[in-house]
């Protein structure tokens, strides 16, 4: 059973950092690209970040050099890193594993940003 569990959303008031984790189970996870995605309310999810297997990162240009994707796989675990942060960030972030093995998500954290 693949299970993706996220954690670290909460309350931060403008300018603040956070940071997401997600754990996943049940996966080969080094095998898998691992993403970030959000969604504020009356909108369509969006991408956040990814990280390949490798290690390579892509961004949406809108949280380029404010967040920071990286993994660990010793302990099948994705971080998002978010600094500087804006109303407009405010969502609820999911995870998601992506392979041709398959595809999940987890069932989000909600960040919201407010002063």
């Known amino acids: 059973q693949v299970q993706l569990v996220e954690s670290g959303g909460g309350l931060v008031q403008p300018g603040g950092s956070l940071r997401l984790s997600c754990a996943a189970s049940g996966i080969i996870f080094r095998a898998y690209t691992m993403g970030w995605y959000r969604q504020a309310p009356g909108k369509e999810r969006e991408l956040v970040a990814t990280?390949?297997?490798?290690?390579?990162?892509n961004y949406q240009d809108s949280v380029k050099g404010r967040c920071t994707i990286s993994r660990d796989n010793a302990k099948n675990t994705v971080y998002l890193q978010m600094s500087g942060l804006k109303p407009e960030d405010t969502a609820v972030y999911y995870c998601?594993?992506?392979?041709?093995?398959?595809?999940?998500w987890g069932k989000g954290t909600l960040v919201t940003v407010s002063s």
């Open positions: 998601n594993a992506a392979h041709f093995w398959g595809n999940y």
């Open positions: 990280i390949t297997s490798v290690g390579s990162t």
